[in-house]
T-cell receptor, first 112, second 113 residues
Framework: GEDVEQSLFLSVREGDSSVINCTYTDSSSTYLYWYKQEPGAGLQLLTY?????DMKQDQRLTVLLNKKDKHLSLRIADTQTGDSAIYFCAEEGRGGYQKVTFGTGTKLQVIP | EPEVTQTPSHQVTQMGQEVILRCVPI?????FYWYRQILGQKVEFLVSFYNNEISEKSEIFDDQFSVERPDGSNFTLKIRSTKLEDSAMYFC???????????FGPGTRLTVL
């Protein structure tokens, strides 16, 4: 079945760039997502990329997709303390009714 | 901007009781989903629903679970006899069409005592 893997933890200093990486197995993925979740809160859709794109930039966020290696990354420029949260990578398959498969989440800690 | 809404935001129930979690998807959407997230774990797919029937379900979605679209706006998840391990955040999602992205609701936190 589909699987999405992420590293569990990332620590960066305020003002630095953060790069969160993700690998997935479903080669038929259509959309790939990045969600942010703060403690006790719901899922905030940060950005998404369609599988025929290599890169998407949205203000401080840059998503890179390497479809050959099934690797997705999220770069946050000028990381702020308010960016501290868990970041979930997720992919949506082409088959069936397109459920979204989430990764385990990467906890980003921003050190002031 | 249209959004998916869920009620209640937090539900506390006793083990063995039935609960119904409610969702109002975005009005012209056709595909509906439930996911759950046990505390500290990843979000897991439960079920998808299209054309008034279940289109796919996971192993988690056993006979204790059911979904319904009782009218043109609500989409519900019923847990017949709750267990302690059903304690989780439950997210509803909807999409318009097969080329649309999924939109998630804010979640209902279910606590089973």
């Amino acid at each position: 079945g589909e699987d999405v893997e992420q590293s569990l933890f990332l620590s960066v200093r305020e003002g630095d760039s953060s790069v969160i990486n993700c690998t997935y197995t479903d080669s038929s993925s259509t959309y790939l997502y990045w969600y942010k979740q703060e403690p006790g809160a719901g899922l905030q859709l940060l950005t998404y990329i369609f599988s025929n794109m290599d890169m998407k930039q949205d203000q401080r966020l840059t998503v890179l997709l390497n479809k050959k290696d099934k690797h997705l990354s999220l770069r946050i420029a000028d990381t702020q303390t308010g960016d501290s949260a868990i970041y979930f990578c997720a992919e949506e398959g082409r088959g069936g009714y397109q459920k979204v498969t989430f990764g385990t989440g990467t906890k980003l800690q921003v050190i002031p | 901007e249209p959004e998916v809404t869920q009620t209640p935001s937090h539900q506390v129930t006793q083990m063995g009781q039935e609960v119904i979690l409610r969702c109002v998807p975005i009005s012209n959407h056709l595909y509906f989903y439930w996911y759950r997230q046990i505390l500290g774990q990843k979000v897991e797919f439960l079920v998808s629903f299209y054309n008034n029937e279940i289109s796919e379900k996971s192993e988690i979605f056993d006979d204790q679970f059911s979904v319904e679209r009782p009218d043109g706006s609500n989409f519900t998840l019923k847990i017949r006899s709750t267990k302690l391990e059903d304690s989780a955040m439950y997210f509803c999602a909807s999409r318009g069409g097969t080329t649309d992205t999924q939109y998630f609701g804010p979640g209902t936190r279910l606590t089973v005592l």
